[in-house]
């Protein structure tokens, strides 16, 4: 198979449809937004499939060519494969709510902290957080070294393609919070933000990788919660969700700067809105 196609097995989580633009198809399973190549358009048992598909939940087998962002094709698959995206691909039992929000009205001083703003369900499953900034740096200057655009050898195999912007996050995501609860021994949970809703997309300027545009209807990435101390108040402990996401920064952030970087406005596409329109957290596990 060619570099830049792929044939897997997804769910569709949605599809947007616009009497001025081709119509999007949104992949649980891909974080990037696709659209119909001609011939598939043309093709009317691959409408049906992908209607049928986000309707059920079932599983389609698809033809991507990711150069494109284009479904090449689209089949039923088979038993055999179906026994295999089924046990590999285990749902949350109990997931958490999706939240609406603006990014616009976030208040920094509330929003990123957990006792007064961030109170999600999956946070009662853990309780070792990680004690200052310094140790989610150390643990974040890891992660960043397992990148695969530097020489190995690498500590922790395989590497991490962080500089691949366009796609992978939910992998990269759930590699780096392997590394964070078995390595460091801290909680990490996984944070979810969207952007599929009317005009509504993900748009980031990737600077850390020349600064070409990115777009995407979801992206994921590690949150851990990280105390922070006042000297002068000593017994006063605050507890701030921070995200670690090398794909995107060189430290770890506040999760209210994190929203806020998949919101840059000259990097969507014509007709689009550079907006996050929901958010979720949810357990590492997700």
Avoid at 88 to 116: A, C, H, M, Q, Y
Avoid at 272 to 281: D, F, G
Wanted: hydrophobic content about 35%; aromatic content about 10%; some cysteine.
């Amino acid at each position: 198979m060619a570099k830049n196609q792929e044939t897997t097995l997804v769910t569709v989580a949605g599809i947007r449809a616009t009497s001025k633009r081709p119509t999007e198809y949104f992949f649980n399973e891909r974080q990037r937004i696709f659209k119909l190549a001609d011939r598939a358009a043309d093709d009317a048992t691959s409408l049906k499939l992908l209607r049928a598909a986000h309707r059920s939940g079932r599983p389609l087998k698809v033809s991507l060519s990711l150069r494109r962002d284009l479904i090449e094709r689209v089949s039923e698959p088979s038993s055999k494969e179906l026994e295999e995206f089924s046990r590999t691909r285990i749902l949350l039992e109990n997931p958490d709510r999706v939240v609406k929000i603006d990014v616009s009205k976030i208040d920094p001083t509330s929003f990123n902290f957990v006792d007064i703003y961030q109170k999600w369900r999956c946070f009662r499953l853990c309780t070792k957080i990680i004690p200052t900034y310094a140790k989610a740096k150390q643990i974040f200057d890891f992660c960043a070294q397992l990148s695969c655009h530097l020489p190995g050898p690498y500590t922790v195999n395989p590497c991490i393609p962080f500089q691949y912007v366009r796609d992978g996050c939910y992998a990269r995501a759930h590699q780096m919070r392997r590394i964070i609860t078995t390595r460091y021994g801290y909680c990490c949970e996984k944070v979810f933000s969207f952007g599929y809703l009317g005009n509504d997309q993900l748009a980031v300027r990737a600077d850390k990788w020349g600064g070409c545009c990115v777009r995407w209807w979801y992206h994921v990435a590690p949150l851990v919660r990280v105390r922070f101390r006042i000297r002068r108040f000593p017994k006063i402990n605050l507890v701030l969700t921070m995200v670690i996401d090398p794909s995107m920064f060189d430290k770890p952030v506040l999760l209210s700067t994190w929203l806020s970087a998949q919101e840059h406005a000259p990097c969507a596409e014509p007709g689009r809105v550079a907006n996050v329109s929901q958010y979720s957290i949810q357990p590492g596990s997700a």
